[in-house]
């Protein structure tokens, strides 16, 4: 059975304080891996797709990074309107898989 | 506006009660989908639609029911309500179009309350 697994639940920053957060799946013949942001109280908004492994992609102060078995958010420098939860989720069938997120906090 | 829109934003019902909730988009995608999200269980998918005509059941989908009214139109309904229904609901769009990209786009969610 495919499964999502995002660690740590909860991350608390500095502003200015670089962190990663990570995203294991098992689904084979990975299809993508996204990455989205939700906001309390709003629906999730989408950050980032990856296909293969090795792949990069870029947005402000986020990158994201893929592996064979995980991907990976790292939050470099962040401020405090970076504070919200991550999610990821994997594709299997067409539907997407998410993780139960990370929340991240940064505090000015 | 809003790509996709999701009425009522907030509800709060009794046990035993018919509900609807309403999802529309102006996205122009085919496929739409619902989802419920719990504390912890991170988003769960009830049910998801690759067309009007196709309408398939997700991971959760006891206790529920879908109607695709139009192609821009995904209506959930709760028969009858019960509290562990209690959740945040959501609706996405996504486009079969793209050559093999699925992002899903969200709506901004029900947050639904069963007493």
């Known amino acids: 059975e495919d499964q999502v697994t995002q660690s740590p639940e909860a991350l608390r920053l500095q502003e200015g304080e670089s962190s990663s957060l990570n995203c294991s799946y098992t689904v084979s013949g990975l299809r993508g891996l996204f990455w989205y942001r939700q906001d309390p109280g709003k629906g999730p908004e989408f950050l980032f797709t990856l296909y293969s492994a090795g792949e990069e992609k870029e947005k402000e102060r986020l990158k994201a990074t893929l592996t064979k078995k995980e991907s990976f958010l790292h939050i470099t420098a962040p401020k405090p309107e970076d504070s919200a939860t991550y999610l990821c989720?994997?594709?299997?069938?067409?539907?997407?898989?998410f993780g139960a997120g990370t929340t991240v906090t940064v505090r000015a | 506006d809003a790509d996709v829109t999701q009425t009522p934003r907030n509800r709060i019902t009794k046990t035993g009660k018919r509900i609807m909730l309403e999802c529309s988009q102006t996205?122009?995608?085919?496929?739409m989908y619902w989802y419920r999200q719990d504390p912890g269980l991170g988003l769960r998918l009830i049910y998801y639609?690759?067309?009007?005509?196709?309408?398939n059941k997700g991971e959760i989908s006891d206790g529920y029911s879908v109607s695709r009214q139009a192609q821009a139109k995904f209506s959930l309904s709760l028969e009858s309500a019960i509290p562990n229904q209690t959740a945040l609901y959501f609706c996405a769009t996504s486009d079969s179009r793209t050559g093999g990209s699925y992002e899903q786009y969200f709506g901004p969610g029900t947050r639904l309350t069963v007493t």
């Open positions: 639609s690759f067309d009007v005509k196709d309408i």
């Open positions: 996205k122009g995608h085919d496929r």
């Open positions: 989720a994997d594709i299997n069938d067409y539907k997407l898989s």
